[in-house]
Nanobody
Framework: QLQASGGGLVQAGGSLRISCLAS????????MGWFRQAPGKEREFVTT????????YYADSVRGRFTISRDNAKSTSYLEMNSLKPEDTAVYYC?????????????????????WGQGTLVTVSS
């Protein structure tokens, strides 16, 4: 089970950190990813991190502004979002993929993830 939290309203240019708490499986066995769905649009890939934490991938739209991390001791993945723009407004979903090797990050397709959280809304005002 994945529980996303930390969403809210922030002004453009501001920062926000959202979290994803995992339960039910050993967190260190899960590759984590974040996706988002803006109003009227399809859900899209944002970022992913390997089990080791050493490999990350980002969508071009967020690279350099967003940072994914994980704390295996706390079974939590974090998404630090800086220099937020109104177009970052979306429901953010965390996802987990079980079975990849320790150093491989996840894929960019939703179908590659086994578990999904309920989403947390991030609203960026202009």
């Amino acid at each position: 089970q994945l529980q996303a939290s930390g969403g809210g309203l922030v002004q453009a240019g501001g920062s926000l950190r959202i979290s994803c708490l995992a339960s039910g499986r050993a967190f260190s066995n899960l590759v984590m990813g974040w996706f988002r769905q803006a109003p009227g649009k399809e859900r899209e890939f944002v970022t992913t991190i390997s089990r080791s934490g050493g490999t990350t991938y980002y969508a071009d739209s967020v690279r350099g502004r967003f940072t994914i991390s994980r704390d295996n001791a706390k079974s939590t993945s974090y998404l630090e979002m800086n220099s937020l723009k109104p177009e970052d407004t979306a429901v953010y979903y965390c996802a987990a993929d079980f079975g990849r090797n320790y150093y491989s990050a996840g894929g960019r397709a939703e179908t590659e993830y086994d578990y999904w959280g309920q989403g947390t809304l991030v609203t960026v005002s202009s």
